[in-house]
């Protein structure tokens, strides 16, 4: 796969230095046989720039200080999605009891609630700087945009929203099938779908517009 990859690489630089447009380099490769994406990933290497020779773009690289504020950006997201959810679900609990709980469990609930209201005012305003300060770098800098690190946390955290949906889903039709459809049950099904679904379409969105843009 390597060596396949080494061998489109060259072309496309070769290609290019001996004055082909990258459309014919591209229908060239096509009818090779070789995938769209594939071709255009080698073709992206290189700025479309008036040159001698082809001019290679700029590749991000991995360092221990994008590493750390890409981790914290979304750890912080979690936290705050999470004890947001919770603290609705408290609420919940608290303007519709379950006559079968114990009354001692309303203090239970006030301390959940003033835990998860503490949770998200220190990690939702941190998520959100430190969202504005990497969205300022990347538009100084686009290519770090193309960070290993926030793609893969991206598509993590797109894979921890889906899971929720589905969960929420299965909980809400297992809810319907044992007849426990009740509107407590209901409101708490609905916020979790909210929440993580949300975050999955802004960050499928974000995802999206990134492929969309040069």
Same mark, same amino acid.
């Given at each position: 796969?390597?060596?396949?990859?080494?061998?489109?690489?060259?072309?496309?630089?070769?290609?290019?230095?001996?004055?082909?447009?990258?459309?014919?380099?591209?229908?060239?490769?096509?009818?090779?046989?070789?995938p769209?994406?594939?071709?255009?990933?080698?073709?992206?290497?290189?700025?479309?720039?008036?040159?001698?020779?082809?001019?290679?773009?700029?590749?991000p690289?991995?360092?221990?200080?994008?590493?750390?504020?890409? *981790?914290? %950006? @979304?750890? &912080?997201?979690?936290?705050?999605?999470?004890?947001f959810?919770?603290? =609705?679900?408290? !609420?919940i609990? /608290?303007a519709?009891?379950?006559?079968?709980?114990?009354?001692?469990?309303?203090?239970q609930?006030?301390?959940?609630?003033?835990w998860?209201?503490?949770?998200?005012?220190?990690?939702?305003? *941190?998520? %959100? @700087?430190? &969202?504005?300060?990497?969205?300022?770098?990347?538009?100084?800098?686009? =290519?770090?945009? !193309?960070?290993a /690190?926030?793609?893969?946390?991206?598509?993590?955290?797109?894979?921890i929203?889906?899971t929720?949906?589905?969960?929420d889903?299965?909980?809400?039709?297992n809810g319907v099938?044992?007849?426990? *459809?009740? %509107?407590?049950?209901?409101?708490k099904?609905?916020?979790?779908?909210?929440?993580?679904g949300?975050?999955?379409?802004?960050?499928l969105?974000?995802?999206?517009?990134?492929?969309?843009?040069?």
């Open positions: 796969m390597a060596s396949g990859t080494q061998d489109i690489d060259l072309f496309v630089r070769e290609a290019l230095a001996k004055g082909c447009s990258r459309e014919s380099i591209e229908q060239a490769l096509a009818a090779a046989g070789w769209p994406e594939q071709s255009r990933s080698a073709l992206a290497v290189y700025a479309d720039v008036a040159f001698a020779l082809p001019v290679p773009k700029p590749r690289y991995l360092s221990a200080r994008e590493a750390f504020l890409y *981790l914290l %950006l @979304f750890v &912080a997201l979690y936290i705050s999605a999470f004890h959810g919770r603290m =609705v679900f408290d !609420l609990s /608290v519709l009891p379950d006559p079968a709980e114990p009354g001692y469990q309303n203090d609930l006030m301390g959940s609630i003033r998860s209201i503490a949770s998200v005012v220190i990690a939702f305003p *941190l998520y %959100l @700087f430190i &969202a504005s300060f990497l969205g300022k770098e990347m538009t100084h800098s686009p =290519v770090k945009r !193309l960070s /690190v926030r793609r893969w946390l991206t598509y993590l955290t797109l894979f929203a889906a929720v949906l589905m969960a889903m299965i909980t809400l039709v099938l044992a007849g426990e *459809l009740t %509107l407590r049950f209901v409101l099904v609905v916020v979790a779908a909210v929440i993580a949300g975050i999955f379409g802004y960050y969105w974000d995802l999206r517009r990134e492929e969309k843009e040069p």
